[in-house]
């Protein structure tokens, strides 16, 4: 069965890091790409960021290009998003999503990817 958990959500205060992690099963991470999006109150999904099989290459929403790093080791079926320099925007809940890299580019939209964590919640506030 293919499970996505994210962890690592909070809250932080303005210009804090926090780094979300993404641990997979049931499938591995040297065939599908992960993408990190988060949807903050009243709004919709927006994709954050994605590594691909592609020799690693990444992908980042304009809004956190700079701020944001993804990562993943593959022997520990992990993926991470580290956040630095947070603002009181990149509140939302933090979802990681699988997709099948044989079709699609960027970072992508909601319906590019098949399964889906649960959510973590990150919040900046001061």
């Known amino acids: 069965q293919v499970h996505l958990v994210e962890s690592g959500g909070g809250l932080v205060q303005p210009g804090g890091s926090l780094r979300l992690s993404c641990a997979t099963s049931?499938?591995?991470?040297?065939?599908?790409?992960i993408g990190w999006f988060r949807q903050a109150p009243g709004k919709g999904r927006d994709g954050v960021s994605c590594?691909?099989?592609?020799?690693?290459?990444?992908y980042y929403a304009d809004s956190v290009k700079g701020r944001f790093t993804i990562s993943r080791d593959n022997a520990k079926n992990t993926v991470y998003l580290q956040m630095n320099s947070l603002k009181v925007e990149d509140t939302a809940l933090y979802y990681c999503?699988?997709?099948?890299?044989?079709?699609?580019?960027?970072?992508?939209?909601?319906?590019?990817?098949?399964?889906w964590g649960q959510g973590t919640q990150v919040t900046v506030s001061s």
């Open positions: 590594i691909s099989t592609n020799h690693g290459t990444t």
């Open positions: 049931g499938f591995s991470l040297d065939y599908y790409d």
């Open positions: 999503a699988r997709r099948n890299p044989l079709f699609y580019t960027g970072v992508g939209t909601e319906s590019e990817y098949d399964y």
